[in-house]
């Protein structure tokens, strides 16, 4: 049985077309117990594009993301209201390169409508996401390097409930361009980064993404997901990071399976910023 799905898209969201009713749809035909929409707000285009006085990086550059933001809350709102008593709707956000102002990441992460804050890390400061990136130009180690750095920095911040996907670089270093990556290395820096998220009450996510991607792997993968759980991890989200209603729950029952085997006995969804447990 799947239980939750607290990483999903809507319109909202850029690269995504669905819309909120039959992601709803979806979400009540899998009989799930709390459902999160958490589409994308990218503070480093938090301002319309004159602020930034600067020109599209490329066609998939969207500026105006407050704009977005407040659509969100709205919507989610609204569907919130339509599905009570039906199925536990949790408005949610993925926030973006909080980084690149965690005042305002702070003082959005305030806004008492909101339930539930994903901090991800897409991209580098004044770089493409690493979804643009060419692996055979780049230095992947370099790359990963300062990533988890700045995972680090934001680990530290009170501006999120969960980290979402904390090895997202890996789906296109390692599954897209098939370089194989050392993650001994990183360690260190993840067990720091993990031991400030659990000191702050808060959590990360298990990502499932990557098992329908030709990554095949969840983010964190298993020694992570035991590392964390091993420092007193407790709270753990598990999100499909659906972008259409088919992929909804999308390797959920395989995240359930995986989070067990590491040692968690319950996942969590958040409501208000409160972490709620469901036993697995
Ligand atoms: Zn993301
Ligand atoms: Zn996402």
Redesign the pocket.
């Known amino acids: 049985m799947l239980l939750t799905d607290c990483?999903t898209h809507t319109e909202i969201s850029p690269d995504s077309q669905a819309a909120l009713s039959a992601m709803c749809r979806r979400a009540q035909e899998l009989h799930l117990q709390a459902y999160a929409v958490t589409d994308?707000i990218e503070l480093c285009r938090w301002y319309s594009q004159g602020y930034y006085q600067t020109m599209p990086r490329n066609e998939e550059d969207f500026f105006d993301y407050a704009a977005r933001w407040e659509r969100s809350v709205q919507q989610n709102l609204l569907a919130r209201d339509l599905l009570a008593g039906k199925m536990q709707l949790i408005n949610g956000i993925?926030l973006?390169e909080p980084n690149a102002d965690f005042g305002l990441a702070q003082s959005l992460y305030q806004d008492k409508r909101l339930d539930f804050v994903?901090a991800?890390l897409?991209e580098l400061p004044d770089q493409l996401d690493f979804y643009f990136l060419d692996y055979q130009k780049e230095n992947p180690d370099a790359l990963l390097e300062d990533y988890f750095s700045i995972l680090l920095e934001i680990s530290r911040k009170n501006c999120f409930d969960v980290l979402?996907?904390v090895t997202?670089p890996l789906r296109y270093i390692a599954g897209e361009a098939g370089i194989k990556i050392n993650m001994q290395k990183y360690t260190d820096m993840l067990a720091e980064c993990f031991r400030n998220v659990i000191h702050q009450h808060k959590g990360i996510e298990l990502?499932t993404s990557g098992y329908r991607q030709k990554y095949g792997r969840p983010f964190p993968d298993e020694d992570l997901l035991k590392l964390y759980r091993d420092l007193g991890g407790k709270i753990l989200t598990l999100g499909s990071?659906a972008h259409q209603p088919a992929d909804l729950g999308g390797g959920i029952a395989q995240g359930q399976e995986l989070a067990r085997s590491c040692g968690f006995d319950q996942i969590c969804y958040f409501l208000h910023h409160e972490p709620h447990f469901i036993k697995l």
Do not use: A, K, L, R
Request: net charge negative.
């Open positions: 990483h994308h993925e973006g994903i991800s897409h979402g996907h997202y990502n990071d």
